[in-house]
């Protein structure tokens, strides 16, 4: 009878073990993504199983560089993911999407901002991201394009991510800042949005590289390949983000 | 011939632009690269514009040798501004990088589509006169005002194939946010 009852008390003990295996990835399948923050609310979306890293693209390059254990990584410039190709820390990496930038001012735009053209005209509190960071490296390609490169000169805050710089606008902090479309999305309740022409917009491409020193490569490539899938794209879409450039 | 005078012939202005500038880099303002950048996106529509025109065949067929040509000078003047924007040091966006939108009705009838493609060569003619009249950079002041001649030619031959008058007397010059208000939507 005893050995009935540990027989019984033991399968009870399994059978809850596998539940609760079943409930929560174990760590070690878990993959650690480094992805640029622009990706915060997209990539969960796609898979909330992994373990997210989001901050400026040129943050989460010096962090591979300095050995952090990241499988994937997910830049907002190819910029990033090639240098680490090069130095040998990230295998060959491929572009997954693309996206614009916009102007957003908030809601009760107290600049009067109507136009990129208004930021010239006007006295204006600009926000934008640093220089290496790669939207900031963007916005100042769209200046230049435009010939309005004199308007840094009234930027009040440079920031270290796309995120930080939409969280000024929208809290009023700033009058206008250079973020992408799709982050302006994120936003949208407490700002208005000012389409950049797109004979201005800069080339802007993400690219993904499975880190080299990822100890589950199969995992990282299956979840990559997962994001290039028809299925992938159309979440990347439905957040607004480009479907995939001609090569 | 000296520099001066061969920069400011026709001829010194294509071979600039082929054989690569003079120190432009160093001279030329945020605008001259403004006025490139926009100039370049819309010759390649133009040539976009050009080539649906063709393909839609709305246009009398006596008339497909002047939009040929049409398509080839624009795919000229966009390689002429590439040079440019290259020498300067920068980088110059590609054909590939546009997802033109084009309304359905444009190309349905050939009086509309005559009538888009003078708004896009308008826009440009007017732009390229702004350029010209602003530039300080000789390499780019020249070039911008041979292309301004040569969108003015082209507006009056589609002018001439939809029966309207080929000439005006002062064509408008356009600011940048103008032009780009007026062709924006079609470049996606």
Redesign the interface.
Same mark, same amino acid.
């Given at each position: 009878m005893a050995r009935r009852s540990r027989a019984a008390v033991f399968a009870i003990v399994v059978v809850v073990a596998a539940a609760l295996a079943g409930a929560a990835k174990p760590q070690s399948d878990q993959l650690t993504i480094y992805a640029a923050a622009s990706l915060t609310d997209v990539f969960p979306a796609l898979d909330s199983s992994q373990r997210y890293s989001f901050a400026g693209s040129n943050a989460l390059e010096t962090q591979i560089r300095n050995g952090a254990p990241a499988d994937i990584f997910a830049s907002a410039s190819p910029v990033n993911t090639q240098r680490l190709f090069a130095a040998g820390l990230v295998d060959k990496p491929v572009t997954f999407t693309a996206n614009r930038l916009a102007l957003i001012v908030p809601k009760d735009n107290p600049a009067d901002i109507h136009?990129v053209?208004d930021l010239k005209r006007k006295p204006v509190k600009l926000v934008i991201a640093g220089a290496a960071v790669p939207v900031g490296g963007y916005t100042r390609?769209v200046l230049?394009?435009?010939?309005?490169?004199?308007v840094l000169a009234k930027v009040v805050s440079q920031e270290t991510d796309v995120r930080a710089v939409a969280g000024k606008v929208a809290l009023g902090q700033a009058d206008a800042g250079f973020v992408y479309v799709t982050d302006a999305r994120s936003v949208a309740d407490r700002v208005t949005v000012i389409k950049i !022409?797109?004979?201005?917009?800069p080339?802007v491409r993400y690219e993904i590289a499975i880190v080299s020193k990822s100890s589950k490569k199969a995992a990282a490539q299956a979840w990559i390949k997962n994001l290039l899938s028809k299925k992938g794209q159309a979440v990347l879409k439905q957040f607004g983000f480009l479907p995939l450039? !001609?090569a | 011939m000296n520099r001066r005078r061969f920069v400011a012939s026709a001829a010194g202005a294509g071979l600039a632009t082929l054989s690569g500038p003079w120190g432009v880099a160093a001279a030329a303002t945020d605008d001259d690269f403004a006025f490139a950048y926009f100039g370049l996106s819309a010759e390649y529509l133009l040539a976009d514009f050009y080539g649906k025109a063709i393909e839609a065949k709305k246009i009398d067929r006596e008339h497909l040798n002047t939009l040929k040509t049409g398509r080839t000078y624009a795919r000229q003047h966009a390689k002429s501004l590439t040079d440019l924007l290259v020498g300067g040091g920068t980088d110059a966006p590609t054909a590939q990088d546009f997802d033109f939108q084009w309304p359905k009705a444009v190309f349905a009838d050939g009086a509309k589509a005559l009538e888009t493609g003078e708004t896009i060569l308008g826009t440009l003619q007017g732009v390229y006169q702004t350029a010209a009249a602003t530039s300080t950079e000789p390499t780019f002041r020249v070039l911008f005002a041979s292309l301004a001649s040569a969108s003015a030619q082209q507006v009056g031959l589609l002018r001439a194939i939809a029966g309207r008058p080929e000439a005006e007397p002062f064509p408008v010059a356009l600011d940048l946010e103008a032009a780009s208000d007026a062709i924006d939507s079609y470049l996606g």
């Open positions: 136009t053209y390609t230049k394009k435009m010939g309005l490169t004199s !022409p797109a004979w201005a917009q080339r450039p !001609p | -």
